[in-house]
């Protein structure tokens, strides 16, 4: 897994709530805990994550396979302002994410929407099923 490319902001905590972008059967995820990140790195401060990153996350709607269960999800698209090195700022209009499994294989087959080119460079298999990338 690569590095992300950008200046990525991070501003989703533990318990935001995302769109699901994929078509595996959820529709809504709320953030239980971002992987990787430890326990935040300051006393009391929550750990946060942003594009790129995989959080692990329940599913709030959607088929009942899927509701109250535990699911891996990789950040695709965040309101807050990404900042490239070419100096472009990139927003999007919610915060998404797509179901993996453990490989970090996309559990859908099609994705909804844009997803951000920091996160087609870090997981090919992504980018494979993507409709449009910014």
């Known amino acids: 897994m690569r590095g992300v490319s950008s200046k990525v902001i991070k501003t989703l905590i533990p318990g935001s709530v ?3 972008a994929d078509n595996s059967g959820a529709y809504e995820f709320r953030i239980i805990h971002i ?11 929550l750990a946060s994550a942003g594009i ?3 959080v692990s996350a329940s599913v709030r709607k959607g088929t009942p396979t899927y509701i109250k269960k535990p ?6 698209r965040q309101k807050a302002t990404l900042r490239r090195s070419n100096g ?4 999007f209009e919610d915060n998404a994410g797509v179901m993996v499994n453990e ?3 996309p559990i859908g087959t ?3 929407g844009a997803i951000a080119r920091e996160v087609a460079e870090r997981f ?3 980018k494979g099923v993507a409709s449009r990338i910014v």
């Open 18 to 20: 995302l769109t699901c």
């Open 35 to 45: 992987i990787g990140k430890g326990g935040g790195g300051r006393h009391g401060k």
């Open 52 to 54: 790129g990153d995989i």
């Open 71 to 76: 699911v891996r999800v990789v950040i695709v």
């Open 88 to 91: 472009l700022h990139i927003r």
């Open 103 to 105: 490989e970090n294989m």
């Open 110 to 112: 099609e994705i909804k």
């Open 124 to 126: 090919t298999n992504i």
